[in-house]
Structures are given as structure tokens and as C-alpha cells.
């Protein structure tokens, strides 16, 4: 069964930082792209940034360019957004979704971990 | 970017009733747009992929059509299950984006 779980979220104040972290099981992580999509409270669904499998590539919504940046760690199963300069407009649950890798994309979602940017 | 409009943005309806959402894209997209139903307080769950292929599991009263620039989201008779807030998603260039979203409301 795959699975995907989200940790890391919690409240900062504006211009701090906050590591999220995602752990993949039951697939074969270092195959798939990956993607963190988010969403604030009462809002729509909003992607974030992607990353290759052997990181070469990264992409990025531009309004996160520049403040996050995306990783991982294939030999740990993990997907990683770091998040500087945050701004209240970040504020939102943040996914861990399976990209590409054979597969038709955004198959499968965790369950996401809230970050709220709040002084 | 692609930008995709996505209408209406709710709808109310009722059990057995057939409803059909709808998303535009701008540029066109071939079919690489996926369909997902969000219920509160959940993840989204992929419904579609490639446009029109049900994902397995999902219900066969869902399906989707389309290619380019118009696409649909069918739900021939409403459940009570159903009543979600419904997304696309275009996964054809970057950054992807989503529709706006449609809230199905009894």
C-alpha cells in the first residue's frame, strides 16, 4: 500500500523558516518525481514545486521562488520543502503528492501538514 | 502559465440528479489533466487521469472527456457520497495548476 506522510508543520512567526518533511512507503520512491501542493484555510488547491528523481530538475509556482526550496533523500524514502521568509499568505496545508514515474501523475496524496504564519 | 477556468464554481443538486463540471485551458493541454474530489477536512483523491480514464476503484457513474482546451467532469447520478468539492488539475506545463474548484452542494 502506498503511503505518504507529512511532518514538520506548525505555527512561526513571519520571516522564520520551517523544514517539511514526507516519508514514502510501499512504492519505489527513488522512480517518481515529486510534487508539494497546498492549500489555505477555505481555499483552493495550489501546486508548490516538483523535483526529478536524481534532483536534477526542479520547478517551482513563482510565488515561492526563491523562499522554498525542494529536495530529497532516496535512500530515506524522503521528500523535503524548505521554507524561508514565510509570509501570512503561506499559511495553508501542505502535501506531499507522487508524481511522474510511469505512472499517470498525482495519484496519491498524504495527508498533509498544516503550517500557519502567524506573530 | 496555463491558466485553467473552471465553472461553475458550485452547483446545487440533488441525489440521482446528473451533473457535468467543466475546465478550460489556455493554451491547450492534449490530455494531460487529472480530475479529483475533495471532501473536508480529507486529501484530494484522483478520480481522472489522462483526461477520461477512471481511476481504478472509482465509481463508474464519473467520467471525463475532452482534449486541448475543453474538458468535462460527468457525474450521471449523484450520490450522496458525492457531494464533494470537485478540481482539475493540468499537469501539461509549468507551474501545473488547478480550476478553481466546484463545491456540488444538496
Known amino acids: 500500500e502506498v503511503q505518504l506522510v507529512e511532518s514538520g508543520g506548525g505555527l512561526v512567526q513571519p520571516g522564520g523558516s520551517l523544514r517539511l518533511s514526507c516519508v514514502g512507503s510501499g512504492f519505489n520512491f527513488r522512480s517518481f518525481w515529486m510534487s508539494w501542493v497546498r492549500q489555505a484555510p477555505g481555499k483552493g488547491l495550489e501546486w508548490v514545486a516538483n523535483v526529478r528523481q536524481d534532483e536534477s530538475e526542479k520547478y517551482y509556482v513563482e510565488s515561492v521562488e526563491g523562499r522554498f526550496t525542494i529536495s530529497r533523500d532516496n535512500a530515506k524514502n524522503s521528500l523535503f520543502l524548505q521554507m524561508n521568509s514565510l509570509t501570512a499568505e503561506d499559511t495553508a496545508m501542505y502535501y506531499c503528492?507522487?508524481?511522474?514515474?510511469?505512472?499517470?501523475?498525482?495519484?496519491?496524496w498524504g495527508q498533509g501538514t498544516l503550517v500557519t504564519v502567524s506573530s | 502559465d496555463i491558466q485553467m477556468t473552471q465553472s461553475p464554481s458550485s452547483l446545487s443538486a440533488s441525489v440521482g440528479d446528473r451533473i457535468t463540471i467543466t475546465c478550460r485551458a489556455s493554451p491547450g493541454i492534449r490530455s494531460d489533466l487529472g480530475w479529483f474530489q475533495q471532501k473536508p477536512g480529507k486529501a484530494p483523491k484522483r478520480l481522472i487521469y489522462g483526461a477520461s480514464s477512471l481511476e481504478s476503484g472509482v465509481p463508474s457513474r464519473f467520467s471525463g472527456s475532452g482534449f486541448g482546451t475543453d474538458f468535462t467532469l460527468t457525474i450521471s447520478s449523484l450520490q450522496p457520497e458525492d457531494f464533494a468539492t470537485y478540481y482539475c488539475l493540468q499537469h501539461h506545463g509549468y507551474p501545473r495548476t488547478f480550476g478553481q474548484g466546484t463545491k456540488v452542494e444538496i
Open positions: 503528492v507522487r508524481d511522474y514515474g510511469g505512472y499517470p501523475p498525482y495519484d496519491f
